[in-house]
């Protein structure tokens, strides 16, 4: 069964980080193929806190998807982005939005052409509502074993054995 693929970048501690995002992967229903690489980085168009792109499928049909998160935010703010973007992740992981051109994006099945003003797109919309509410669900109830239920049983083994060390 394929699952996804999370590397971390950029960030202080990569492993918590790492946790943190199969928490918001398994909140948000998404075990689509994706290779996700989350990136904490000064080096983000201006106006913008993060932001989620659809690179390409790979042959081995794994999606690849890339967070960008300012690391300039101090880190409760950094934990709202990374919520927002996850509701980002989950709607190209799921195919309900779609890059075709640098300029026009597909949204449930309807074309919209990208602007200035993309915060007031209908995926936007979905992001803006519910990115306060994830993040706080996941500030108060962390679960620690989510990365453990994304892994093969070999390797929930070495992270229960690490988690206990």
Same mark, same amino acid.
């Not at 590397?7 to 689509?32: C, R, S, T």
């Not at 904490?40 to 690179?55: E, Q």
């Not at 101090?74 to 992740?89: D, F, P, S, T, Y």
């Given at each position: 069964?394929? =699952?996804? @693929?999370?590397?971390?970048?950029?960030?202080?501690?990569?492993?918590?980080?790492?946790?943190?995002?199969?928490? !918001?992967?398994?909140?948000?229903?998404?075990?689509?193929?994706?290779?996700?690489?989350? @990136?904490?980085?000064?080096?983000?168009?201006?106006?913008?806190?993060?932001?989620?792109?659809?690179?390409?499928?790979?042959?081995?049909? !794994?999606?690849?998807?890339?967070?960008?998160?300012?690391?300039?935010?101090?880190?409760?703010? =950094? =934990?709202?982005? #990374?919520?927002?973007?996850? @509701?980002?992740?989950?709607? !190209?992981?799921?195919?309900?939005?779609?890059? #075709?051109?640098?300029?026009?994006?597909?949204?449930?099945?309807?074309?919209?052409? #990208?602007?200035?003003?993309?915060?007031?797109?209908?995926?936007?919309?979905?992001? !803006?509502?519910?990115?306060?509410?994830?993040?706080?669900?996941?500030?108060?109830?962390?679960?620690?074993?989510?990365?453990?239920?994304?892994?093969?049983?070999?390797?929930?083994?070495?992270?229960?054995?690490?988690?206990?060390?």
């Amino acid at each position: 069964m394929a =699952q996804p @693929i999370v590397k971390i970048g950029g960030h202080e501690d990569p492993f918590a980080m790492e946790k943190e995002v199969y928490w !918001y992967l398994n909140q948000l229903g998404i075990q689509e193929n994706i290779h996700l690489t989350v @990136i904490f980085t000064s080096i983000i168009p201006k106006g913008f806190d993060g932001l989620t792109v659809s690179r390409k499928i790979l042959g081995n049909g !794994y999606q690849v998807l890339m967070v960008r998160i300012n690391k300039a935010l101090v880190e409760r703010q =950094q =934990q709202k982005v #990374l919520a927002h973007e996850m @509701i980002h992740v989950k709607q !190209y992981a799921k195919g309900e939005l779609k890059l #075709l051109k640098s300029n026009t994006v597909v949204w449930l099945g309807k074309k919209h052409r #990208l602007s200035k003003i993309h915060h007031r797109g209908p995926w936007e919309k979905e992001a !803006y509502r519910n990115d306060h509410v994830l993040a706080v669900q996941q500030r108060q109830k962390p679960d620690i074993t989510t990365l453990a239920s994304f892994k093969s049983k070999a390797d929930s083994l070495v992270y229960m054995r690490e988690v206990q060390h």
